[in-house]
């Protein structure tokens, strides 16, 4: 459940992107800037869901996250500068290889806790483009920006309720006893 909300996350923030980006001047840094931001910060997320989907399969799953993320960032800025798509497709390929290689070497527990990480950094991100988009359009209305916030926020609310719901259910601390740490010391002592 947590890894489909997360992806839901993923794809609905994406569309609210290419939705605001449209209007870019070309000729600014900004649209230069906010690609690689936006690629980073998803293709990070993409990677960690493959890794921690797909635990034993760090090939496959640094695979599906590039072509995944790469996918991504050539649908959204598909009508940005040249430069803009280089710089975001090099930030997903980055990001894409990092989120996978970590989504992989997590244990489960943790995976929840970088999962719950990086779509708050995601939301984060996607706020910040809005916020600096905004000052480049000139008739926005302000309910756009009231909606992102309430849904970015009922969004992390969600996601970490999820998260630690189930760590909450698949507590895999092992308790410690005293018989735990009596049997270790004769094995210990049959092996001297």
Not at 42 to 61: H, K, Q
Not at 144 to 156: E, K, R, Y
Request: proline share 2%; glycine share 6%; charged share 10%.
């Amino acid at each position: 459940m947590l890894w489909i909300l997360s992806a839901l996350i993923l794809i609905g923030f994406s569309f609210f992107i290419y939705s605001q980006i449209q209007d870019l001047p070309e000729n600014q840094i900004t649209a230069k800037c906010l690609p690689m931001l936006y690629g980073m910060s998803s293709s990070v997320a993409i990677g960690v869901l493959f890794g921690t989907i797909m635990p034993n399969e760090l090939g496959m799953a640094t695979i599906l996250s590039i072509i995944v993320s790469f996918s991504f960032i050539l649908f959204l800025f598909i009508k940005s500068t040249i430069v803009a798509m280089i710089e975001a497709g090099a930030a997903s390929f980055i990001g894409a290889l990092m989120g996978a290689m970590l989504g992989v070497m997590l244990k489960e527990g943790d995976a929840v806790l970088i999962i719950i990480m990086v779509d708050a950094i995601f939301l984060l991100s996607s706020f910040v483009i809005y916020h600096i988009v905004k000052k480049y359009q000139s008739s926005k209305r302000r309910f756009t920006s009231n909606l992102l916030i309430v849904s970015a926020t009922l969004s992390l609310g969600l996601i970490l309720l999820t998260g630690f719901s189930y760590m909450l259910k698949n507590d895999e601390l092992p308790i410690e006893t005293n018989e735990h740490h009596h049997q270790g010391l004769e094995i210990y002592k049959e092996i001297l």
